[in-house]
């Protein structure tokens, strides 16, 4: 976000088990067409540019493999996404299970910060019939992760699926404007100087983390939305 | 007399112990020849069995060239199997910790949860045999482990019960323990049946077509694991390693598409050198004007040519791979096929197609082709530019596979002319892939052969033992509904099932296996139905092929056509060779017993049993090289599973060395009194460090380079020095303190340059060299 002022460009990915639609949600979302064919996904990006709250953003959007013997490929686009959509779908308990993991190693990877931008997200709401997760169920996992929320998507009939991608690209804007807020205020030492971890090196190849001060980031907002058609 | 033979403990089969390596057991990787019929193929067993059997007696035992090949290839296998399955379970140890250290690097982690960290590595080492605290448990666990081998339903049956927590140790005992014998046809097909059985229910528990074999289900970690298996690791070296391998040489070769990412890297290419943009450039501009732009439509046309043709060379050598592909993935497509074709009578071939290549590119073969490190294909993880580019060939192949009537990025639609091109050549291909023989007719065989065996055994450890057990135990209402079904009577005997042990006192045992009801087979030849005269042909046909393969080749008798008498004759009268006396003997005697029950004729030399003993004899001989060529591509395997373990334990130890460190510091200043110990200097010279690729890049000009050399000490554990010296100079040139925490981290984050000016070290190969040349007792 170094390019700022002319306009934001945020990268979502969005994630989640084989077979729940990522790509339909997605694909809905940026083409307004629902895919029929049987087509898993490996690695696919998009870029679109919405408005929120009268701003010009643009998303650009990793729609990622849910087939589990690419997972190796996840911590390449989790480093890289400012924020996530949990896609699961309401008909497969374990779609839903699935997610604590991916979760847990986004959170690890951003540096072991709890607010990580996240929208779950309960696809085929359409599919009523074949339910199998229960909204309070689900909402109880989206309240066990920082009230984070939760919408249920119908990507066939394009029902919450704006909503989703506005969501989380809100709450990266709004993590990105306090942390320029903050970066404004006086320089602060580093975290983790105890027992002997400071870096000694004279020169630190290494890059900076950009979650590592998750300590300076404001108290997350109190919200607890379940959003439901 | 011969079916009493049955009863003699031998070793058989278990991982096909016989010196003689029969047909059947051959073709569990590949090809099973199609136009056997079922009555020879229980002929092949047969004697199978009586080779198996006779070779067994010690002092029968043939030693030819080719029963030393067969030993060789054994010994190789049983090595491949075992080594599998412990790299198996340290990839899961490793897993674990890469998570956790990534914490205790950014200091985040718990003190109570570092301890816990450091009690998993503690014996993450070999674990000592044992045996079973009694005999009676030793029994027990010996006939419910016989029952789950020998009935892969009840495993099939957990499979579906078991969260997905609990289902990789499943899968782990499952597939490297239980059916752990990779390259023994009983044992693979057990679990081929197994994953039968697991395949059918998904069909028949999914709604609609389209989510079929898509969720993570226990199908689909069955089937990452199975991949790990010794063939299926070696079909992927043999077919892919050498495309990837000369693919991610080519580090610079830029072969993205998609037009928005070319426009920026134009954009970056024109601000980075200093230029302002040209009027109409302007940035954050949407796919569909960037596609449009002429600039990136010319750098993108030659680079759809330059994938097109990668992507056929990955395609030309999969579908000439068809005969190297594993017999078990063969079979799966073929299952899915059939499958589908049940459940849905009226689908399109393509359909079909589609479905296998869900399985076989989306699970087998494309995972290996996005990310070849973690397949053992290549050793360190390619560059940006190849790494897209092998996402490219995936993405293509899978599309290829799935022809997908709608393109979801547009830009892919470039690619057409691909899909179009092999059309027909993958359908095809997919089809082929179905044509392999079931294995029912053998299975049946070799269970008879196993049930005849008294020694039977497992290698499993005391905690998987009671994992399966409590896991059983768990799910037994489900499991057992009939109260009178074996399994349970055992369930009931057995009792509870124990705790999980310290990993300290976890031991590896040796569990006979053997059945609680069957007893072993008195009648083989109501068994199997063959009559005896059958039973007598084929064991005159196997000891003439032994008393052939143990003759010197310069004796008359050996001569074409053969003299079945003479050859009989000349072995009962060999001279200080009892053995072959006896089998000349024994010989004779069968030739009259069949003449007098007519099957064959003195008259005409026995022309029926001689002709089949010269065909056995020459198979014999083409066995011999396809052993020698099997052997020399299974060492390979061998070595680079090796090669996988030592990188592993090598990982392990560095963090095991970087635990104790950290906790030696939070232990409080009370022990810097001992302060530790300097070590080193070391010195390493230029070429040394290049040779074992610590320098990945070096800026030194050639002529200069043995002239320079490193030096590196260790002032406490977990830190170092690392200079650079120029031979005469009194100076280093340059000092880098490292810390074994940045390292970590770097590694971590796939970063894998450690800059030193001069030179650029590979994070993971300082990692190595640091590990092995510092090592102190406890940590660094």
């Not at chain 2, 990789?168 to 679990?191: C, K, P």
């Not at chain 2, 693919?247 to 302002?276: A, C, H, Q, R, W």
């Not at chain 2, 009792?495 to 976890?506: D, F, I, S």
Request: aromatic residues 8%; proline residues 4%.
């Amino acid at each position: 976000m170094s390019r700022a002022g002319y306009q934001r460009e945020y990268h979502v990915a969005v994630i989640g088990s084989g077979g729940v639609g990522k790509s339909c949600l997605t694909a809905q979302f940026v083409q307004g067409v629902f895919i029929e064919s049987y087509d898993p996904t490996i690695e696919d990006s998009y870029r679109k540019q919405i408005e929120v709250d009268g701003r010009q953003v643009m998303l650009e959007i990793m729609d990622t493999a849910g087939t589990e013997q690419f997972t190796s490929m996840r911590e390449f686009y989790m480093r890289d996404a400012h924020g996530f959509l949990l896609v699961f779908s309401i008909t497969s308990l374990t779609s839903l299970q699935e997610l604590a993991e991916l979760r847990e190693q986004i959170v690890q990877i951003k540096g072991g910060d709890p607010n990580v931008p996240i929208v779950l997200v309960g696809n085929k709401s359409d599919l009523e019939e074949d339910r199998k997760v229960s909204r309070s169920q689900a909402f109880k996992v989206s309240q066990a992760w920082g009230n984070v929320p939760y919408y249920e998507t119908s990507a066939r009939r394009r029902q919450n699926v704006p909503e989703v991608f506005v969501d989380v690209c809100r709450q990266i804007m709004r993590k990105d404007l306090s942390r320029a807020r903050r970066d404004r205020g006086p320089e602060r030492p580093g975290y983790g100087g105890g027992s002997g971890h400071t870096y000694s090196r004279r020169r630190r190849p290494r890059r900076q983390k950009t979650y590592d001060d998750d300590d300076y980031y404001e108290p997350r907002e109190k919200r607890s939305r379940c959003v439901i058609l | 007399m011969a079916v009493s033979m049955l009863h003699t403990p031998s070793r058989a089969s278990t991982s096909s112990g016989s010196s003689m390596l029969p047909l059947n057991r051959q073709t569990t990787m590949s090809s099973h020849d199609g136009t056997r019929s079922m009555r020879t193929s229980k002929r092949y067993s047969v004697t199978a069995l009586y080779l198996s059997m006779n070779a067994n007696q010690r002092d029968l035992e043939i030693e030819d060239d080719l029963a030393r090949a067969q030993k060789a290839l054994r010994d190789l296998k049983s090595r491949i199997s075992s080594q599998s399955k412990k790299n198996f379970v340290l990839e899961k140890d490793v897993r674990y910790l890469d998570s956790r250290i990534a914490l205790l690097v950014q200091n985040r982690m718990a003190l109570e949860e570092r301890d816990e960290v450091a009690s998993h590595l503690d014996d993450a080492t070999d674990l000592s045999e044992g045996t079973f605290p009694n005999d009676e448990k030793t029994q027990k666990y010996g006939n419910l482990f016989f029952l789950l081998q020998s009935e892969p339903r009840h495993i099939a049956h957990l499979c579906r019960l078991v969260t997905m927590a609990e289902i990789d140790q499943l899968l782990q005992t499952v597939m490297f323990t239980i059916y752990g014998n990779q390259y023994e046809s009983r044992e693979e097909h057990l679990l081929l049946t197994m994953f039968q059985s697991v395949l059918t229910y998904q069909f028949d528990n999914t709604p609609d077509y389209s989510s079929l074999l898509r969720a993570n289900t226990p199908v689909s970690r069955m089937m990452t694991t199975y991949t790990r298996r010794g063939p299926g690791q070696s079909y992927l070296k043999t077919v892919l390693a050498d495309r990837i391998n000369s693919l991610i040489e080519i580090k610079d070769l830029d072969l993205e598409i998609n037009p928005l990412k070319v426009y920026e890297t134009m954009i970056d290419k024109i601000e980075s050198g200093g230029e302002p943009l040209p009027p109409g450039l302007q940035k954050g501009i949407t796919a569909e004007q960037a596609a449009a732009n002429e600039n990136v439509q010319r750098i993108i046309a030659p680079r759809i040519d330059m994938l097109i043709e990668i992507a056929n060379s990955f395609l030309d050598t999969i579908i000439d791979g068809l005969e190297e592909t594993p017999y078990g993935i063969r079979w799966i497509c073929k299952q899915i096929r059939s499958l589908t074709r049940r459940k849905y009578p009226d689908a399109q071939e393509q359909t079909v197609c589609t479905l296998i290549g869900g399985f076989f590119f989306l699970r087998f073969i494309n995972p290996a082709i996005v990310t070849p490190r973690s397949y053992m294909l290549i050793e360190q993880i390619p560059a940006d530019n190849p790494k897209r580019t092998l996402t490219y060939v995936a993405k293509m192949l899978q599309n290829l596979a799935n022809k997908p009537s709608y393109a979801k990025e547009p830009y892919m639609v470039k690619l057409q002319p691909f899909i179009q091109q092999n059309k027909e050549r993958i359908n095809k291909f997919m089809v082929d892939l179905c044509e392999v023989q079931d294995f029912y007719e053998t299975l049946e065989m070799d269970n008879y052969v196993a049930l005849s065996k008294r020694d039977l055994e497992l290698q499993i450890t005391l905690n998987e033992v009671y994992a399966t057990h409590a896991l059983i135990e768990k799910h037994s209402a489900e499991l057992v509904k009939d109260e009178s079904s074996h399994l349970n009577q055992l369930l009931a005997e057995l009792g509870g099932a124990p705790p999980q042990l310290p990993r300290k006192e976890n031991r590896m045992i040796n569990l006979p296996l053997y059945s609680k009801w069957e007893t072993p087979i008195d009648d083989l030849t109501a068994a199997l139905d063959i009559t005896q005269e059958e039973v007598f042909f084929m064991e005159a046909k196997s000891t003439f092929v032994m008393i052939m393969r143990s003759l010197p080749t310069s004796s008359v008798v050996t001569r074409r056509p053969l003299r079945l008498e003479r050859v009989a004759e000349a072995a009962a009268t060999t001279k200080n060779d009892s053995v072959m006396v006896r089998k000349g003997i024994r010989a004779m005697e069968l030739l009259n017993q069949l003449q007098e029950l007519g099957i064959v004729d003195k008259e005409d030399n026995y022309a029926l049993l001689r002709d089949e003993v010269e065909q056995e004899l020459v198979h014999l001989g083409s066995l011999k090289e396809k052993v020698i060529a099997e052997t020399q591509k299974l060492d390979e395997v061998f070595r680079t599973i090796r090669d996988h373990n030592t990188y592993l334990v090598g990982q392990l130890e560095t963090y095991k060395s970087y635990l104790h460190n950290v906790r030696g510091q939070s232990e409080g200043t009370s022990k810097r009194g001992q302060a530790s110990k300097v070590l080193g200097p070391y010195k390493f010279t230029h070429q040394e460090l290049e040779k074992q690729g610590v320098i990945q890049k070096s800026n030194v000009p050639e002529n200069r380079r043995a002239n320079i050399y490193f030096n590196i000490t260790s002032p406490s554990p977990g830190t170092f020095v690392i200079s650079l010296h120029y031979k005469g100079r009194n100076r280093g040139l340059l000092e880098l303190d490292l810390k074994l925490d940045d390292l970590l981290e770097m590694q971590k984050e796939q970063q894998e340059d450690l800059d030193l000016e001069y030179v650029q070290f590979n994070v993971s190969k300082v990692l190595q060299l640091l590990n092995k040349r510092f090592a102190r007792k406890r940590g660094w």
